[in-house]
């Protein structure tokens, strides 16, 4: 195997690796809160609010997966709905207060495990890396 083989079977393995573990945390913010419910709640924040086609579109799930989990997150009283003021016949997501507590929640656990992990490294590998992820994420 070639170096560069090698180093993308490390670099799947990891990934792999990282995502197995977030989908652990996810579930510790919530007993009923998937990787893919809590990914979708961060976005409407981070969006301010979007339409379940917008959610489909950006993790290419279909639109009846989207609507489970949009399902979920109501139930759970993470997620709020309006009518799209550009298109009355749609609705806006966005997390609920409850939805917003758990997310500021979420970000500062998430914010000191990184500062832990990252403890050791030097501010320049820390701005490598996150320039590598963003470049790897832009790739989509």
Known sequence: MSGRDESIEIIQRELTAFARRARHKASQLHPGLSLVTYSILDL????????????????????????????????????????????????????????????????????????????????EDVARLAGYLVRYGAAD
């Not at 950006?58 to 639109?63: A, E, I, P, Q, V």
């Not at 709905?81 to 298109?87: L, S, T």
């Open 44 to 123: 409407m924040y981070e969006r301010g609010g979007c339409r379940a086609a917008d959610l489909a579109a950006y993790f290419m799930l279909d639109k009846s997966t989207v609507s489970r989990q949009v399902g979920s997150l109501e139930k759970l009283g993470l997620l709020s709905r309006e009518v799209d003021p550009e298109d009355h016949r749609g609705q806006i997501l966005r997390p609920s207060e409850q939805g917003l507590a758990l997310l500021r929640h979420a970000y500062e656990m998430r914010r000191e495990s990184f500062t832990e992990r990252f403890t050791e490294w030097g501010d």
